[in-house]
């Protein structure tokens, strides 16, 4: 089969399409032959920076968010049948940690995710699949998995409810288009920021309420100010982002973190936090049913994943390098 692969770590350009031997189903696996595969800043920090793996592992095969037909079953596999279209839950747990017995399983002790779906073909857990209604296709439900269960547990950990007002600092990417939309099927009004006006018009039309065309966190904190007190802040952008994200919360605000984009650390003031009752939330990825309510939102035209652009395997170079580029509002589907 052919797959897009890392073949070195840097830039886009070391993306090729190369040669792998067809994937057998093992016990308890599928192999599905992809129809879509969208990517997520967490592949482009593997090419960039070998996030997670080791040059031996070159040519690597990343890709976690995959829709596509079963073609093969292994053994002691029920529930899914060759000719299923499915999409993956990217989720691996060890199914036997505290976390694993208790729920919910994003806080598996061994917590891991799916990768290879950038490929023609692909061999997954079959208890990970989810069969696709009628009307969702495979490009859209492959723009769901990571960027959509993330925000959806943001939004559900920091108690976000009709009215409240959502504030996303970088709100055109996968997760963040995915809060501005998630929070509205919620009620809640929302603020999100760019560095582009072309994206923050495309973002109004997706149901942002206010758009703030800022990268400079003073100008944000000023213009987030003016517009009102912020209920919940959706934060995968992290570095200086953060303590804005602190400093407009209402006093019982909640702040919600999953990523790192602009920096690993923050300053967050002490007294603006437990004096105005303010919460910090670390948040990863989300449960398996989390997913299901989502693909069902998206079969029930309440949701529609938005999707930038697809992207043949051999134009997957493309795709990272609109995504490293920040040329894409939503989410960019490789469909093999
Ligand atoms: N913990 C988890 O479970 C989890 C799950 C999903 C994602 N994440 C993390 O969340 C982050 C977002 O992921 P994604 O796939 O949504 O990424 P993405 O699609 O690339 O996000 C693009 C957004 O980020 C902004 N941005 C990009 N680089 C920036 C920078 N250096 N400074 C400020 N803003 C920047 C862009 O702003 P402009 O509009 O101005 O270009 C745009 O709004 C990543 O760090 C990812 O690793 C974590
Ligand atoms: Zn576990």
Redesign the pocket.
């Known amino acids: 089969m052919r797959a897009a692969a890392f073949t070195g770590i840097g830039s886009p350009e070391h993306v090729d399409v190369e040669s792998f031997p067809d994937p057998e189903p093992g016990p308890g696996e599928a192999v599905l032959e992809v129809e879509a595969c969208s ?4 592949d ?2 593997i090419l960039r920076d070998g996030f997670r793996i080791d040059e031996d592992e070159l040519p690597y095969v990343a890709g976690m968010d995959v829709a596509g037909t079963v073609s093969a079953i292994g053994d002691d596999v029920d529930g899914v049948e060759p000719g299923d279209e499915v999409l993956l839950c990217p989720n691996q747990t060890c199914g036997s940690c505290r976390y694993c017995r208790e729920g919910p399983e ?1 806080l598996c002790e061994r917590f891991d995710l799916y990768h290879g779906g950038l490929a023609e073909y692909a061999a997954v857990e079959a208890d990970r699949l989810i069969a696709l209604p009628d009307g969702v296709e495979p490009a859209a439900a492959a723009a769901i998995p ?2 959509y ?3 959806f ?1 943001m939004l559900e950990e920091a108690e976000v409810g009709p009215g409240d007002l959502v504030f996303v ?10 809060a501005i939309q998630l929070a509205d099927v919620l009620g809640a009004r929302t603020i ?5 006006r072309e ?2 018009d495309r973002l109004e039309t997706l149901g942002a309420d206010h758009v703030v065309e800022s ?1 400079d966190p003073d100008e944000i904190r000023e213009a987030v100010t003016e517009i009102g007190r912020v209920d919940v802040t959706i934060n ?4 200086p ?1 953060s303590e804005v994200g602190l400093n407009v919360l209402r006093r019982g605000g909640r702040m919600a973190i ?6 690993p650390t923050s300053t967050l003031t002490m007294g603006d936090l437990f004096l105005n009752h303010k919460r910090v939330i670390g ?4 449960t398996q049913r989390d997913l299901e309510r989502l693909v069902d939102l998206v079969a029930d035209r309440r949701l529609e994943p938005v999707v930038y652009e697809r992207y043949s395997l051999e134009d997957a170079d493309r795709a990272f390098a609109d ?2 580029d ?7 589907v490789v469909e093999p």
């Open positions: 990517i997520n800043h967490h482009l920090w994003n990571v960027a269960m993330t925000a547990r600092p970088g709100a055109t990417g996968g997760v963040g288009v995915a999100g920021t760019s560095t582009s994206k923050l990268g995968h952008l992290g570095g982002y999953c990523g790192q984009t602009a920096g948040s990863t990825m989300g995504m490293d920040r040329n894409a509002v939503g989410k960019l």
